[in-house]
């Protein structure tokens, strides 16, 4: 079993961006991040912590300009809080054991898949293709991928 947690070494390696959105709880701009076009199959981890967040058959385009998925791939290893800055009312959503700042989740996702959208930045995750699973540590989620023909 992974032991996922907050490792300061990690965080002093973080990019200025990378460290801005996920300690800062900043946002990264829309349709300028490195994932929100990603199709490539594969699992979504925490920048920070490694824990596994999202995988490439629950993303979708919602046309926001930020990676969208419908859930995540362990319940968890996330964690919802009240978010009322700006004036605005959100449900904020950080890594469990990370505390890593993600994005905030809202209830107009596709409503064949459950109907939530997960807004997450790209700053605040690692894509591992899933040929790399097995050799970054993941080899338990190949079977998510291996399940699945449309891979």
């Not at 800062?24 to 929100?36: D, G, I, L, V």
């Not at 449900?91 to 409503?111: A, C, K, N, W, Y």
């Amino acid at each position: 079993m992974a032991l996922y947690r907050k490792d300061p070494d990690v965080i002093a390696a973080l990019t200025s961006e990378q460290y801005r959105v996920t300690q800062q709880s900043a946002t990264e701009r829309p349709f300028e991040n490195e994932f929100w076009e990603q199709t490539e199959h594969g699992l979504y981890v925490d920048v920070v912590s490694g824990e596994p967040l999202f995988t490439s058959f629950d993303k979708f385009d919602s046309g926001c300009g930020w990676p969208s998925f419908t859930k995540p791939v362990d319940p968890d290893n996330v964690e919802e809080r009240h978010d009322g800055t700006y004036g605005v009312s959100r449900t904020e959503i950080r890594s469990t054991h990370g505390d890593s700042h993600l994005g905030h989740v809202f209830d107009d996702g596709p409503p064949e898949a459950g109907g939530m959208r997960y807004c997450i930045n790209s700053a605040a995750m690692r894509f591992i293709p899933v040929d790399e699973l097995e050799g970054e540590g993941y080899g338990d989620y190949l079977k998510l991928f291996e399940a699945r023909e449309d891979r």
